[in-house]
Structure formats: structure tokens, C-alpha cells
């Protein structure tokens, strides 16, 4: 177990894994210094000694994870200045040592689930190489708000749901509040069941995601939202008193993906046609959803979109398709509405490459000519009705496969 010169006579070893050795203490000293990853995961270890970390300057992976007895990390903590990956989550942490905010290299810290984690270092926000901070369902404290005016960290993947402590430590829940003070976040995911959604949302000039779900004391979207800008994804899911989406969304120009999941009082979709940007949309489980704006089918309307998606809605109806709608719209999913017929004019969407109707009592389909679909690949439908009608048509697309 000799190395080189440049490493430790002791242990050339480059990766080390004692996943669930039932370990409960670590040697004092390990002579590793070509030591590149640590996995410790799953053991009983009480105590991770200072003097071992400073045998392992060239540490770039250390998880520590599922030891659930592990309460707190030495200071020479610090002095790992090639770490770049940190995993404590469900672990006894209580306090990060300060000497954190040494890690330079550091890019991710999971402690999702630290559910004693009283709080975080002022110096965290140090950490100019950080991408992700996972936080979720821990324990954090975050009621002083100053910590995170220092606009730290680029990206930001947070779960924040009320936590009920055990063992008379805290009882505070993170607040949303002092996380939108980090205007650098660029992907923001929240849930909570009580909670209305915090107008400070509108400080996050710079977000690119955001996902929301669990909101049920949400109807809307507060207005002061209307300064995100540069969002590109959002996504709305299980909100089950959200009755509308306001008609500022389309003023989100860079806005790509739009998904509404299982929202079942939504009934107001506002005008996205002209959104240049937006490439897919999806309306899931939206029972109260009866028709689209007619903005949908109209000459030019979304100019990008190649995935529409209206599946397990109230819809009684899509509208007839004026030329040069949806050019580039190759899915489009209508399945599990309560539609009785199709526009003759669904034909404009020859570059259509699926159709999905399942379990959508479609009474028109002898009507339509699939062969104004030479693009179609698939084709989702729930009855052997029109077999008989579809056939000549659909001889003529040799890629489609079909689903009935």
C-alpha cells in the first residue's frame, strides 16, 4: 500500500467506500494524501476527528450521510480545499463549523433532512463556487434575514415544508421570506400546505425555474411576480384552490415550459399565443378547465410550440385552427376530456408526430383524414369504432404506430 513520491508512503488508495460497516469510531490519523473520495455512509459514527481531515488536503468527495448519530464537524473542516461535493443529509448536525466558508471548491452541500440543523454559517455565502445547497425538510432557522442579503449563491434547490421539531429544538419553519433575498437564485422549488406565497418572490430578478406545489391557500399568482422577468420554466402543481393563472404571464417573453398539474378549480387560462418563446404546454388534471382562450388556434399563434398537452380535463372542445397555427407542434395529448369532435382544420398540423385521444369519446374520426399527417408516428385512440373508416388513410403513413 505504498505510492509514489508525490503521495503517502502509507495509502495510495484514490477511493475509499465503507457504506454500512456499522463503524462507530474513525483512526485518529489516515495517511492518504492521494485520497480522492470518502464514503461513509450509513454508519454509526459519533465523531469525525480534526486530525484525520488534515491527512486529506486532496479530498474532493466526502459523504457522510445516514449517520445518524454524527452531531457535529470538526473545524479542520476547512482546510479541504479541493472538496466539492458535501453530503450530511440525515444526519445530527446541529451548527456547520464556520471554517466552511473555507471550501472554495465546494459546489454542492446536501443536508436535506438534518432535521436538528439549527442554522447555517454567515460565510456560506462566501462560497462563490456553490451551485446547489439542498435544505430539504431540515430543520433551519432562518430568522436572520441579514445572512442572506450578501447574494451568494447562483442556484438554489429548496423544498421548504413546516417542520415540527422534536426534542425541544426549534419549531420555526425556514422562511420563504429570507430565501428571496438571494437574488442570485436562478431555480427556486417550494412546498407548503399553509402558507400563501410570498410576495418577496418578486426580488428573484434572476430566476430561471420555479416550481411550486402544495399551495392550497393560493388562487392566484400575486401580482408583484410580475418582475420575473427571466423565467423560462413554471411549473404549478397540486394547488388545489388555484381558480386562475393572471393574464400578466404573458408578459414572461423568455418563458418556455408552462406546466398546471392536477389543479382541479383552474378554469381561466390567460392569452399565451403570442409568448415567442414557449415551447411546451401542459394542462394536467385541471377538471374545471371547460375550453381554451380562442387565442389558441389563431393565424400565428405559438410560433415555437411543439407540445401541447390538455389530458385529464373538463375540455368540451377544441377550436377550429386558423392557417399557420402551431407550425412546429409535433405532440399534441387530448386524451381523457370530454371532447365529442375534432376541427376538420387539425389537419394544418402536418408536422404532428404524436395524437393522443385516449379515452376521449371522439365521434368524428371517420371524418378525419389522417394522410394530411405525413409526419405522424403515433396515434393513441380508445376505440375499434373507426378502424374500418381510418385505415385507407393511415396505410399511407409507413412510420405510425398506433395505440388503441
Given at each position: 500500500m505504498t505510492g509514489n513520491n508525490s503521495c503517502s508512503p502509507t495509502l495510495a488508495a484514490r477511493r475509499i467506500s465503507l457504506m454500512g460497516n456499522q463503524l462507530t469510531?474513525?483512526?485518529?490519523?489516515?495517511?492518504?494524501?492521494?485520497?480522492?473520495?470518502?464514503?461513509?455512509?450509513?454508519?454509526p459514527i459519533q465523531v469525525l476527528p480534526g486530525r484525520l481531515l488534515s491527512d486529506l488536503g486532496n479530498l474532493m468527495v466526502l459523504d457522510l450521510s445516514k449517520n445518524l448519530q454524527l452531531k457535529s464537524l470538526p473545524n479542520s473542516i476547512g482546510i479541504l480545499e479541493l472538496l466539492v461535493y458535501l453530503n450530511l443529509s440525515r444526519t445530527s448536525i446541529k451548527k456547520l463549523s464556520d471554517s466552511v466558508s473555507n471550501l472554495k471548491s465546494l459546489e454542492i452541500i446536501d443536508l436535506s433532512y438534518c432535521t436538528r440543523l439549527q442554522c447555517l454559517p454567515v460565510g456560506i455565502t462566501n462560497l462563490r463556487s456553490l451551485k446547489f445547497l439542498y435544505l430539504t425538510q431540515c430543520g433551519i432557522a432562518m430568522a436572520d434575514g441579514g445572512m442572506w442579503k450578501r447574494q451568494g449563491?447562483?442556484?438554489w434547490n429548496l423544498t421548504s415544508r413546516p417542520m415540527t421539531m422534536v426534542d425541544n429544538y426549534l419549531t420555526q419553519r425556514a422562511s420563504l421570506e429570507d430565501v428571496c433575498r438571494l437574488s442570485f437564485l436562478q431555480e427556486?422549488?417550494?412546498?407548503?400546505?399553509?402558507l400563501p406565497l410570498p410576495t418577496a418572490l418578486s426580488l428573484l430578478l434572476k430566476l430561471r425555474l420555479l416550481r411550486i406545489t402544495h399551495f392550497t391557500r393560493?388562487?392566484?399568482l400575486p401580482d408583484e411576480m410580475q418582475s420575473l422577468a427571466e423565467l423560462e420554466n413554471l411549473r404549478l402543481m397540486n394547488c388545489g384552490n388555484l381558480v386562475m393563472l393572471p393574464d400578466w404571464i404573458t408578459s414572461f417573453v423568455n418563458l418556455k415550459q408552462l406546466e398546471v398539474n392536477n389543479c382541479p378549480n383552474l378554469s381561466h387560462i390567460p392569452a399565451l399565443h403570442a409568448l415567442p418563446q414557449l415551447m411546451e404546454v401542459r394542462l394536467i388534471r385541471c377538471s374545471s378547465l371547460k375550453e381554451l382562450p380562442t387565442s389558441f388556434t389563431r393565424a400565428r399563434a405559438f410560433p415555437r410550440?411543439?407540445?401541447?398537452?390538455?389530458?385529464?380535463?373538463?375540455?368540451l372542445a377544441f377550436l377550429a385552427l386558423e392557417h399557420g397555427t402551431m407550425p412546429k407542434l409535433v405532440e399534441l395529448d387530448l386524451s381523457s376530456n370530454s371532447l365529442k369532435n375534432l376541427p376538420h382544420s387539425l389537419k394544418l398540423l402536418n408536422n404532428l408526430h404524436t395524437l393522443n385521444l385516449l379515452k376521449t369519446p371522439i365521434q368524428n374520426m371517420g371524418e378525419i383524414n389522417f394522410a394530411s399527417f405525413p409526419n405522424l408516428k403515433r396515434l393513441f385512440?380508445?376505440?375499434?369504432?373507426?378502424?374500418?373508416?381510418?385505415?385507407p388513410s393511415l396505410l399511407s403513413l409507413p412510420a405510425l404506430h398506433l395505440d388503441i
Open positions: 469510531t474513525l483512526p485518529p490519523k489516515l495517511r492518504a494524501s492521494c485520497l480522492r473520495t470518502l464514503v461513509l455512509r450509513g454508519n449563491l447562483p442556484i427556486l422549488s417550494i412546498s407548503c400546505s399553509d393560493c388562487r392566484s410550440l411543439h407540445t401541447l398537452e390538455v389530458s385529464n380535463c373538463g375540455l385512440f380508445f376505440s375499434d369504432d373507426y378502424k374500418e373508416y381510418l385505415l
